[in-house]
C-alpha cells in the first residue's frame, strides 16, 4: 500500500507561471496548488466500486450500492494509493462476509470534518461481525482468555493477523484477513481504526458495527 509523494505535473506548473505572470492572489495560487496535489474522496472511491460487479458475480452476490455522504473530502494525492488500497480491503470484506447472498445490501461511507483531519466511516448493511466465532478462534490461538466476554475486546481480534470468521478459504479476504494491514497502513498515515457497534447482538451472535478511520489533515480535509 505504500507511495512516494506525488510532484506536481508539468500542466499544474504551467498553470501557476500563468497564473504569476497574470498577478493573480496568494489566495488563488494556494488553491491551485491544492486541487493539483489532493483528490477528490469521490473519484478515490470510483475504481473500488467499479470493480464491485466483478467480485459480487464471483461470489454469487447482488452488487451492492455504494453511498458516500457528508460531504466533499479531498485526500493528499501522496496518500491516495494507501488509502484507496485501504478501503478496497475494507469493501471487499463487506461483500464477502458482511453482505448476506440473495438480497441487495448497501455499503455507507461517511466523511465528517474533525478538528484536526477528517474520519471515515463504513457501515454495511449485514448482520455484523460474528462475535460468537472471533471469540473461540481467538481463544483457540490464545489470544484471549476462555472467561473473556468483552465484546469490543473480541472484536478487535480481526485486527490479528492470520484471525479470520470465514467458513472456507477463498481469493476473497474474510473478516480479520488484511484487516491487519488496513490498520498498520492507516497508523502509518497518522490515522487510527476503530470499531464503534451500533446494535446490540443478535439471537446468533453477530453484532452490527462502524469501521471508524480517523485522518489527520495531512491525509484529508473537508471542502467547504
Known amino acids: 500500500m505504500g507511495r512516494k509523494p506525488a510532484a506536481l505535473s508539468s500542466d499544474a506548473w504551467t498553470t501557476l507561471a500563468e497564473m504569476l505572470g497574470s498577478g493573480a492572489s496568494l489566495q488563488d495560487l494556494a488553491e491551485t496548488i491544492d ?3 489532493t483528490v477528490d474522496l469521490k473519484e478515490l472511491i470510483q475504481p473500488i466500486v467499479k470493480s464491485m460487479p466483478e467480485l459480487a458475480a464471483k461470489l454469487g452476490k447482488w452488487v451492492p450500492m455504494v453511498v458516500l455522504e457528508g460531504g ?13 488500497g485501504v478501503l478496497t480491503h475494507i469493501f471487499r470484506n463487506s461483500i464477502d462476509h458482511g453482505l448476506d447472498t ?3 445490501g448497501k455499503i455507507l461511507l461517511h466523511v465528517e470534518p474533525t478538528l ?11 448482520k455484523g461481525l460474528d462475535l460468537e466465532t472471533l471469540r473461540a478462534k481467538g481463544i ?15 472484536a478487535n481480534l480481526i485486527f490479528k493477523s492470520g484471525l ?16 491487519d494491514a488496513v490498520k498498520a497502513t492507516v497508523e502509518e498515515m497518522g490515522g487510527k481504526v476503530e470499531i464503534q457497534f451500533i ?4 439471537d446468533r451472535g453477530f453484532r452490527p458495527f462502524n469501521l471508524v478511520l480517523t ?10
Open 35 to 37: 486541487r493539483n496535489s
Open 72 to 84: 466533499q473530502a479531498r485526500i493528499r494525492s501522496r496518500h491516495s494509493s494507501d488509502l484507496e
Open 102 to 104: 440473495g438480497t441487495s
Open 116 to 126: 484536526d483531519g477528517i474520519t471515515l466511516r463504513i457501515q454495511d448493511s449485514g
Open 140 to 154: 483457540s490461538l490464545g489470544l484471549i482468555g476462555s472467561a473473556e466476554t468483552d465484546d469490543l475486546k473480541i
Open 164 to 179: 479470520s470468521t470465514a467458513q472456507k478459504v477463498t481469493e476473497i479476504s474474510g473478516r480479520g484477513v488484511g484487516m
Open 199 to 202: 446494535e446490540n447482538r443478535d
Open 215 to 224: 485522518l489527520p489533515r495531512a491525509v484529508g480535509r473537508m471542502v467547504n
